[in-house]
């Protein structure tokens, strides 16, 4: 088992329920190698924790920038809260050193990993939440993922293919895009989706990804190809 003292002490926190933070980092894949751990994997901490985060990233947008109006903050915390950013955080703080994964997993290195990291910053959230409060994970948040919004902002990462689609959709054909998963398959710590995009009920196009997220962004990058709005 992982020394978890040591990413309490990077991140100047400590737990008072030790086993939740472990918890946290406890992929499914790890309990079918070692079954005789009695702790349950993170999926139900990272339902938890996926609502705190959105809260809490919503909370802050509102009273940080009372000018902007709903639509630039929606822009602005789906960039902060996408898999790719949570994952890319979770890198920063060096949770990679912490996952308890199966041997498989653990030589899986690439978008796989980063949805697990994504999942696994969620998780993390939740038992910081159950442990701590809402105010230690709102201080957490705010130190280190609100701290890349200024990024964000200046590179227009916020622009992205969904929300880009939506604007020109909406310009050009007064109709917003839906989306709809067409299929999904693999176990569940490992999921794919095949997700649609539809303008009233025609299919625009499709895209697949590990996450519905994943998978939708995909499918309006490939709209935006096929309509010719790129």
Not at 144 to 167: D, G, H, M, V
Not at 191 to 212: C, I, Q, R, Y
């Amino acid at each position: 088992m992982k020394d978890f003292s040591v990413l309490e002490k990077k991140l100047n926190l400590k737990f008072k329920n030790k086993k939740i933070l472990i918890e946290a980092f406890l992929h499914r894949s790890y309990l079918n190698e070692h079954p005789q751990i009695s702790l349950p994997h993170n999926e139900r901490l990272e339902f938890l924790g996926d609502a705190v985060l959105g809260f809490i990233v919503t909370e802050i947008l509102y009273k940080k920038y009372p000018e902007k109006s709903e639509g630039e903050l929606t822009h602005w915390k789906a960039a902060l809260v996408n898999s790719k950013m949570l994952a890319k955080v979770a890198k920063e703080l060096g949770f990679n050193d912490f996952l308890l994964l199966s041997k498989g997993e653990e030589k899986e290195f690439g978008k796989g990993r980063m949805y697990i990291l994504a999942n696994t910053f969620e998780a993390f959230l939740g038992a910081l939440y159950l442990d701590k409060g809402y105010r230690k994970c709102r201080q957490f948040i705010k130190k280190y993922l609100i701290t890349k919004l200024p990024e964000i902002i200046e590179k227009n990462l916020f622009k992205n293919a969904k929300s880009r689609f939506q604007e020109i959709a909406q310009e050009k054909e007064n109709v917003t895009p839906t989306y709809k998963v067409l299929k999904e398959w693999g176990p569940d710590h490992k999921k794919h989706f095949l997700v649609g995009v539809f303008l009233k009920e025609k299919l625009v196009a499709k895209g697949e990804g590990t996450s519905k997220q994943e998978a939708e962004i995909e499918a309006a990058k490939n709209a935006l190809k096929s309509k010719g709005w790129e």
